[in-house]
């Protein structure tokens, strides 16, 4: 299998990708909006959102992600304290690294990690109807208003081949963000 890393804008984060990601996604959820919205009080080295208000993701099996350095330079986020999702940034650049939903067994890692020439394209876009803009979106990306049964199969093939098994991926810090946003 090839193996490939992406790192954080400053590099002190690097992650190695084992093999081809399960699916690239383009999400218009209203909670990646609002976090995206949220995190960029923050001087964010990359963009969580797109021009067309979705957050592109490059999903991995957990056990085909290994982080190579700076663990302890990662910081969780999520919209409230019991929401089933952190949103992962880098503390040492605030690079948005990756979205886990809780006990899930593959990570979404944000597209922005990798660089503009070698950036997996969109394969998909998912919860379109979440959008509360008149934005029109290109037809280059088949949309769907939830999840596809497409992205339920990629996710559901993976977790046989996983045994049906879900690795825990450890970081620096849970952090407290989200009372201070509400």
Not at 9 to 18: G, N, R, S, Y
Request: proline share 6%; net charge positive; hydrophobic share 35%.
């Amino acid at each position: 299998m090839t193996k490939s890393i992406v790192t954080c804008d400053c590099a002190q984060v690097a992650i190695e990708l084992d093999g081809a990601p399960l699916i690239c996604a383009e999400c218009h959820c209203t909670s990646c909006r609002q976090a995206a919205v949220r995190l960029e009080q923050l001087p964010l080295a990359r963009p969580m959102l797109e021009g067309n208000a979705g957050t592109q993701f490059v999903l991995y099996r957990k056990d085909r992600v290994q982080i190579l350095r700076g663990q302890h330079l990662l910081e969780a986020f999520r919209l409230g304290p019991k929401a089933p999702t952190r949103r992962v940034i880098s503390r040492c650049c605030n690079s948005p690294v990756f979205l886990e939903f809780q006990s899930g067994h593959w990570l979404s890692l944000y597209a922005s990690l990798w660089p503009e020439e070698t950036r997996p394209t969109p394969q998909l876009r998912t919860m379109t109807g979440d959008r509360t803009d008149h934005m029109a979106l290109d037809d280059a990306v088949p949309a769907s208003t939830l999840q596809t049964w497409r992205f339920y199969a990629k996710l559901l093939g993976a977790w046989i081949a996983m045994g049906f098994k879900s690795p825990e991926i450890r970081i620096g810090e849970e952090t407290e963000r989200h009372k201070s946003g509400n």
